[in-house]
């Protein structure tokens, strides 16, 4: 019974006990019986402690759960989340009255939830979610689970109401219901006596509302101050949208109502909800004018509205071709809307029936990313102001009334990828600038009167991606656009009238002579003493002659690293006679593949922005001064270097070598994470770097981390349309070896797991203090292999002894020395077993870096009360 219990015990995660062992993650195991702890009641207090809490977090176990589980009566705490757990929830869990807290999301389970389960009045944390759970709630849940202070049971297919004792939990913080059967009211009690309530969530349910009574619930949620989220979309809501939405606490940060019947007009009360980061109201009924008040919401980031029936009163319309269009009323934008400088990630106002002129004022929104304001009666011209939403990525201004040309300062969006400006009024010649915008994925200008010829480079080449039918004065252009050829008649009417212009403007000739003077003297000036401010524009325009003399003449003392396709200088740009320390990265034009590099470099770094990126300032394509095509990019200088630097050649810090210690590299590698998550989730397509590795990674002044080198980066969506990757060689490259996914060898296209492999190496190397190269390992053993056989019987051995070492101080006891070195080796050991689950061998068992991110911070959380 001992042996077994003892084999047992190095099968579960014991929290609270500090000197206990985890066993090594196992791929794809049924999940220890616990029939042999059916006594431990008896037991020791040591054993009685150990078995306060079963944790067994993404270890890929199949099969049911025991239900000698149920035995352990002392269990405090049960977590089997992340596996592939089936079956029902065993009926013995009714049995632990001392539980706490129950994790079993993200398995397989099955079944409806055992009756005994309620019995739990000592529960206060219950997470289901993301399994196939069914049956209904018991009405009196309420009061059987006093202290439940979350509850979460999103992605199941539970079905029947929502208690209305839900209203009796006192304590309840979180209620999250996504994406299940539910239906009838939501209780209007709830959050009557639910001070503590901060997030309700019923998305993606069968609720219904049909009267103001059962609107009720808003008003009870207005009691509770610390609400910071209530979603209530894809139901089957009716009615009245009431105006205690905007009685709700300011803290508010997300509203949702998407996808219902909802009707009614949004309160002019919105505007107290000074907090809200994302208003979703879009598909639904709602009418009226938009609130002037929404420009109260400073703090607003998305806000979509799309398809609605937002309406006022405007004079009758019609089209240019003299067709009739029948008053209705509408109601132009309130400018206020763009006054909200902090809405970046979109702004969606599309099929309503907003009507007058597009306000300048959308130029204060420098920071978005999406703007759809498509299917509205808009008119007027698009307003130059348009150019100052420099992280513009995507912009819908189609179905509208809008008239003149298409204006310069739309050249100015240099992350632009789709342009749509479809059935409009605008006319004019297609501007040639939108040929030399090297982003643009999608462009539609058909059903305008737009005339002349069509430009035929860039984005106007690809006959699939450009539209520009309805116009028909259009002519020239690609042969795959079916255009019919412009006439020489046109060509001599337009020399005729040039002809006459110059003709008629002869008796001014002294003046624009005279002026052209003056402007040539005034450049002169200009260039000689450069005044413009890095901060009045967002990429500040460089030349080769300035990089060079940044970098006197890209002189080998400036030299900071040699990559695959190029070398990376530091240098200094003066601005505004101030001096700017930048890093500039030269590409090697000789290299195969350099030219791809840049390209891909430059499409992934212009949309995005996160703080564990490396921030591009500019970019420089252009020539040097014997003539050859010069390629470069400049970068934000981090003054601490790179991370294979700080690990293998340990900087000096006056004069001393430097190295990371645990809680450095803990956080470093948090940094890495959060900036792959980040890419791997990134809209509307997820970016794979390709390259991750410690000479990749850049330290800033405060240690944080910063991904750099995206020349191998690829958009998801690229891998499947450009088939000229493959037979040049360059989808073939994928990353540095020891770091790249075994798959890829294999010929498999690239994917975020490829990422996750990378970043588990990495992870290993940093606490092992070995490169994945490392000859000690042979050609059959790889870093993988050397970690996961070490632990945990042989951890000592394989971690990095400079995080051992730093322990001891002359002041410390060989007692306090022994005890720090345990509680090291425990954390080290954790984070050595993410790495682990990122580096297994096929791609579908790699842990996601989102949860391999959380249960980083989660280990930095665990031991941060103790000294690292």
Known sequence: MAALLECFLLAVAVVLVAHSAAAPAASRLPLPPAAAAGDVSAGSDSDRLALMAFKKLSNGFVGCIPESLGDLQFLEAISLADNKLRCRIPDSFGNLHELVELYLDNNELEGSLPISLFNLSSLEMLNIQDNNLTGVFPPDMGDRLPNLQQFLVSKNQFHGLIPPSLCNLSMIQVIQTVDNFLSGTIPQCLGRNQKMLSVVNFDGNQLEATNDADWGFLSSLTNCSNMILIDVSINKLQGVLPKAIGNMSTQLEYFGITNNNITGTIPESIGNLVNLDELDMENNLLMGSLPASLGNLKKLNRLSLSNNNFSGSIPQLSFRNGGPFLQQPFRP?????????????????????????????????????????????????????????QSLQYLNLSGNFLEGTIPPSLEQLRGLLVLDLSQNNLSGTIPRFLGSMTGLSTLNLSSNYFEGEVPKDGIFLNATATSVMGNNDLCGGAPQLKLPKCSNQTKHGLSSKIIIIIIAGSTILFLILFTCFALRRRTKLRRANPKIPLSDEQHMRVSYAQLSKATNRFASENLIGVGSFGAVYKGRIGISDQQMVVAVKVLNLQQAGAYRSFDAECEALRCIRHR??????????????????????????????????????????????????????????????????????????????????????????????????????????????????????????RGTIGYVAPEYGLGNEVSIHGDVYSYGILLLEMFTGKRPTNSEFGEVLTLHEYVETALPDQTTSVIDQDLLNATWNSEGTAQKYHHIEEIRTECIVSILKVGILCSKEIPTDRMQIGDALRELQAIRDRFDTHQL
């Open 333 to 389: 934008i309130p400018k206020e809307l763009f006054l909200i400088s902090t809405i970046s990630s979109f702004l969606y106002l599309a099929h309503n029936r907003l009507t007058g002129n597009l306000p300048s004022e959308v130029g204060n929104l420098k920071n978005l990313d999406e703007l759809d304001l498509s299917d509205n009666k808009i008119s007027g011209k698009i307003p130059t102001t348009i150019g100052e939403c």
């Open 612 to 733: 564990n990126l490396v921030k591009i300032l500019t970019v420089c394509s252009g020539i040097d001064f014997q003539g050859s095509d010069f390629k470069a990019l400049v970068f934000e200088f981090l003054p601490n270097g790179n991370l294979d630097q700080w690990l293998h050649k340990h900087l000096e810090e006056e004069g001393e070598p430097k190295v990371l210690n645990l809680v450095e590299r803990l956080q470093i590698a948090i940094d890495v994470a959060s900036a792959l998550e980040y890419l791997h989730q990134h809209k509307p397509c997820p970016i794979v770097h390709c390259d991750l590795k410690p000479s990749n990674i850049l330290l800033d002044n405060d240690m944080v981390a910063h991904v750099g080198d995206f020349g191998l980066a690829r958009f998801l969506h690229q891998e499947h349309s450009n088939s000229s990757d493959k037979s040049t060689g360059w989808n073939a490259i």
